[in-house]
């Protein structure tokens, strides 16, 4: 079975050359608490998606709607604690820059919250695209993966997206990418989901499973490319 990997040792490997990070749950612990008050804010229930409802408002309301979240997300921000593994004695993305692998951000946060994260705790990393949910649709959809891969003008097959959700591992999954699952107690149910392509426990574990490989199926992208090129225009 090919292997994505840093340094390729069978003719059926394939070369890892970008990672794209999730945010929320990925790059900090996760802040569950934010969801339900998002919802409260805007009178809804547990089972309806959260952008897709403010979507479906008139286009007045909708800002009114996306500033209840927004508020929301600047009290969770200051809360913010880096996950584990970001500092460790493996310095996980200095390992990625001295390996000359490119790193992407695809969250559904809006962009203050992430600008804040990487400026209080990877100020001197550079992480490019940044897809928020400004960038429509936002995951599930692989669009947002579909983009950034667009602009290194990389093919899908050599990218990993790491994320802590089922949007995270759909998204990849539809986009083509390799998806790894940041494991949590409140996501050990998508360990085992066919979208799901490896584990690891803290961010540092990445390391080990970039130089050791990750089994992988082909698939391909599952959104026409004529829908992503609109997209980018």
Same mark, same amino acid.
């Given at each position: 079975m090919p292997r994505l990997m840093l340094f390729p040792k069978m003719p059926t490997d394939i070369q890892v050359e970008g990672l794209?990070?999730?945010? *929320? %749950? =990925?790059?900090? @612990? !996760?802040? =569950?608490w934010m969801?339900?008050?998002?919802?409260? #804010? @805007? %009178?809804?229930?547990?089972?309806?998606d959260i952008l897709d409802h403010?979507?479906?408002?008139?286009? #007045?309301?909708? $800002?009114?709607? +996306?500033?209840?979240?927004?508020?929301?997300e600047r009290t969770a921000m200051v809360q913010m604690k880096p996950q584990p593994g970001m500092f460790s004695q493996g310095r996980p993305f200095q390992f990625l820059e001295a390996n000359k692998l490119r790193k992407a951000i695809c969250t559904r946060n809006f962009n203050t919250p992430v600008n804040h994260l990487l400026t209080t705790f990877l100020p001197k990393k550079l992480f490019h695209p940044i897809v928020?949910? $400004?960038f429509k649709p936002p995951k !599930?959809? !692989? #669009?947002?993966? @579909?983009?950034?891969?667009? +602009?290194?003008?990389?093919?899908p097959k050599h990218l990993i997206m790491v994320g802590d959700s089922v949007d995270d591992m759909l998204a990849g999954h539809r986009? %083509?990418?390799t998806t790894i699952l940041l494991e949590s107690d409140v996501n =050990? +149910?998508?360990?085992?989901?066919?979208?799901?392509?490896?584990?690891?426990?803290?961010?540092? *574990?990445?390391?080990? @499973?970039?130089?050791?490989g990750i089994e992988i199926t082909d698939r391909m992208p599952t959104v026409p490319e004529e829908e992503v090129k609109a997209l980018d225009e």
């Open positions: 794209i990070f999730d945010m *929320d %749950g =990925t790059l900090c @612990l !996760p802040q =569950t969801f339900s008050e998002m919802r409260r #804010a @805007l %009178g809804i229930a547990r089972s309806v403010i979507y479906s408002l008139e286009v #007045a309301e909708q $800002e009114i709607a +996306h500033e209840k979240v927004r508020q929301v928020t949910r $400004e !599930p959809s !692989p #669009a947002g993966i @579909l983009h950034i891969a667009n +602009h290194w003008k990389m093919d986009a %083509g990418v =050990t +149910h998508l360990k085992d989901a066919q979208e799901t392509d490896a584990v690891v426990q803290r961010l540092d *574990d990445i390391i080990s @499973l970039l130089k050791g």
